[in-house]
């Protein structure tokens, strides 16, 4: 089992760029695929990005491509999300999570707020 706790989320205007973390607690952080989602007010939660557990190979949704990236450091149980040309329809909870078996994830923090102000 692992626990996950995001941060670094805040209120920004559009054009900046943030970077989220979460935290993961455990010795088999590296054994995890990790992810980040959103979801936005109204919406369904949405795949923002995905990680294997190496490092090796990432995935990125449509509104992620070009302006985001992910990627881990697996000694020290973190997984990163760095957004840049941050836009209004950026703003939602973002959440990271942990699988083992793709695309299933398992295990998932407690979120992060992210708001863009124009």
């Known amino acids: 089992q692992v626990q996950l706790a995001e941060s670094g989320g805040g209120l920004v205007q559009a054009g900046d760029s943030l970077r989220l973390s979460c935290a993961a607690s455990?010795?088999?952080?590296?054994?995890?695929?990790m992810g980040w989602f959103r979801q936005a007010p109204g919406k369904e939660r949405a795949f923002v990005a995905g990680i294997n557990r190496n490092g090796g190979s990432t995935y990125y949704g449509d509104p992620a491509k070009g302006r985001f990236t992910i990627s881990r450091d697996n000694a020290k149980n973190t997984v990163y999300l760095q957004m840049n040309s941050l836009k209004p329809e950026d703003t939602a909870v973002y959440y990271c999570?942990?699988?083992?078996?793709?695309?299933?994830?398992?295990?998932w923090g407690q979120g992060t707020q992210v708001t863009v102000f124009s």
């Open positions: 999570a942990a699988g083992v078996n793709m695309p299933k994830y398992d295990y």
């Open positions: 455990g010795r088999t952080f590296r054994t995890y695929a």
